[in-house]
């Protein structure tokens, strides 16, 4: 069985500029969850979805937004980006219920210069 | 807002040993999960134990043992025998049973073991 695949592993964006990042789950998960990871702040939650509703959300601003389609996969976007975006950007996927396990993907490494 | 504290940044311990890493938490619900998990050097995280709140007993999963007291809000791992493949980053989370909360993981900030040969 596959396990959570994220896409780009690494990649260096300039201040002002977007990114997407994108995240596959296991076959079968209908939930993916995003965090951020800084050696600073640590593993903040930035959002959740279920069946391509956004269930839950962290405090971040609204320069970070999220989907998900129909067939599970998700992308996160941050626009604007400023250099302290740069982070480990880690999805999970899970089957959606609050026993359920998460499985993480090897994370997006996401450098602002 | 729930909060989890792992007051030990760093932490080693000799091969074959057994290492205690400690995990408070403050919450005012009665019904949510406490997880440990694991972050090696490749940075995929991986779930080592999970605990039901409203279960007494402590987890165990073979090397791997919690101590759970709910009234001090105190979730601590218990690695015995420790092998070189146990050194990685260790974070504990909470997650609510109820709500929106119940979809989302809070860490600590993670304890960095090292496995001495």
């Known amino acids: 069985k596959a396990g959570v695949t994220q896409t780009p592993r690494y990649l260096i964006k300039t201040r002002g500029q977007q990114v997407t990042l994108s995240c596959s789950p296991i076959s079968g998960h209908r939930s993916v969850s995003w965090y951020q990871q800084t050696p600073g702040q640590g593993l903040q939650f930035l959002f959740e979805?279920?069946?391509?509703?956004?269930?839950n959300k962290g405090n971040f601003p609204g320069r970070f937004s999220g989907r998900q389609f129909s067939n599970s996969r998700s992308e996160m976007n941050v626009s604007t980006l400023e250099l302290g975006d740069s982070a480990l950007y880690l999805c999970a996927s899970s089957l959606g219920h609050p026993t359920g396990e998460l499985f993480f993907g090897e994370g997006s490494r996401l450098t602002v210069l | 807002a729930q909060t989890v504290t792992q007051s030990q940044p760093e932490m080693s311990v000799q091969e074959a040993e057994t290492v205690t890493l400690s995990c408070t938490y403050d919450?005012?619900?009665?019904?949510?999960?406490l997880f440990w998990y694991k972050q090696p050097p490749s940075r995929q995280m991986i779930l080592v134990i999970r605990q039901e709140a409203y279960k007494q007993q402590n987890a165990t999963e073979n090397r791997f043992s919690v101590n759970f007291q709910k009234a001090a809000k105190s979730f601590s791992l218990k690695i015995s025998d420790s092998q070189l493949g146990d050194a990685a980053m260790y974070f504990c989370a909470y997650r609510s049973n109820s709500g929106a909360g119940s979809y989302q993981l809070t860490f600590g900030k993670g304890t960095k073991l090292s496995v001495i040969p």
């Open positions: 919450t005012s619900e009665s019904d949510y999960y």
């Open positions: 979805y279920f069946s391509e509703t956004q269930r």
